[in-house]
């Protein structure tokens, strides 16, 4: 479970202010996919951050109850020189899991081939996304968090994502950011809509889709008082 509590964060670009979160009050249950929705710059990949403990909010708390995942869909902690299979064995070592069976089903799942044993630089941005999924799919957490990562690679690989993906949120929970209405629709339990540093979270799936949708199409959210 995630609390967030009056969290907020701003951006300020060549005189510019960027509102990510404003005084966003919401909790993430336990066991539970909920999909952030929203549109392109609106903040879900820096709200994803503040989750994971990787961004600093400018003010607000973020309350958690378990272990949570850093965000799969970035593979900033990768280091470029290592190998995938070096990387994948210092994170086994670093979370005290068995590094063997961790690089056996990563080497099986992210599809590298003779890559899994070249350095991380030598990787496109798909790759590592790849490879960032399948470690942290993993290892067990209790929170998991997804950023756009299902949507890598051709059909049968995202069928495959998609798979694990139901079955690690059997026993946990997962927070995450998409644009497929579509996997919402197949993967997530409850959804939540980010427009303008307000969160509008729904326990009903279709309700967020026509919100975000809404949005999509011109429309303006009313401030949450």
Same mark, same amino acid.
């Given at each position: 479970?995630? =609390? &967030?509590?009056?969290?907020?964060?701003?951006?300020? /670009?060549?005189?510019?202010?960027?509102?990510?979160?404003?005084?966003?009050?919401?909790?993430?249950?336990?066991? #539970?996919?909920?999909?952030? %929705?929203?549109?392109?710059? *609106?903040? @879900? +990949?820096?709200? /994803? @951050?503040?989750?994971?403990?990787?961004?600093? *909010? $400018?003010?607000? =708390?973020?309350?958690?109850?378990?272990?949570?995942?850093?965000?799969?869909?970035?593979?900033?902690?990768?280091?470029?020189?290592?190998?995938? &299979?070096?990387?994948?064995?210092?994170?086994?070592?670093?979370?005290?899991?068995?590094? $063997? *069976?961790?690089?056996?089903?990563?080497?099986?799942?992210?599809? %590298?081939?003779?890559?899994?044993?070249?350095?991380?630089?030598?990787? +496109? +941005?798909?790759?590592?996304?790849? /490879?960032?999924?399948?470690? !942290?799919?993993?290892?067990?957490?209790?929170?998991?968090?997804?950023? =756009?990562? #299902?949507?890598?690679? $051709?059909? !049968?690989?995202?069928? @495959?994502?998609? *798979?694990?993906?139901? $079955?690690?949120?059997?026993? !946990?929970?997962?927070?995450?950011?998409?644009?497929?209405?579509?996997?919402?629709?197949?993967?997530?339990?409850?959804?939540?809509?980010?427009?303008?540093?307000? &969160?509008?979270?729904?326990?009903?799936?279709? =309700?967020?889709?026509?919100?975000?949708?809404? &949005?999509?199409?011109?429309?303006?959210?009313?401030?949450?008082?």
């Amino acid at each position: 479970m995630i =609390e &967030l509590r009056n969290l907020r964060k701003t951006f300020i /670009l060549n005189g510019n202010r960027n509102v990510v979160a404003d005084g966003i009050n919401a909790v993430f249950p336990a066991r #539970t996919a909920v999909a952030i %929705l929203g549109r392109n710059g *609106a903040g @879900k +990949s820096s709200l /994803l @951050k503040m989750l994971a403990g990787t961004m600093d *909010a $400018d003010s607000g =708390e973020v309350i958690s109850r378990g272990t949570i995942s850093w965000p799969v869909g970035f593979a900033g902690s990768f280091h470029p020189e290592m190998t995938g &299979l070096q990387n994948v064995r210092f994170i086994g070592r670093v979370y005290g899991v068995d590094t $063997d *069976a961790l690089c056996d089903f990563v080497r099986d799942f992210a599809e %590298l081939g003779p890559h899994f044993n070249l350095p991380v630089r030598s990787y +496109s +941005s798909g790759m590592k996304s790849r /490879l960032a999924f399948g470690v !942290s799919m993993g290892i067990h957490f209790d929170t998991y968090l997804v950023d =756009e990562v #299902t949507a890598v690679g $051709d059909a !049968s690989f995202r069928e @495959k994502a998609d *798979a694990l993906f139901a $079955d690690r949120v059997n026993n !946990s929970a997962a927070i995450m950011v998409t644009h497929g209405v579509g996997q919402v629709r197949r993967l997530c339990h409850h959804a939540a809509v980010l427009e303008d540093g307000h &969160l509008s979270y729904y326990t009903d799936v279709e =309700e967020a889709i026509e919100h975000h949708q809404f &949005l999509m199409k011109g429309g303006v959210q009313h401030k949450q008082a």
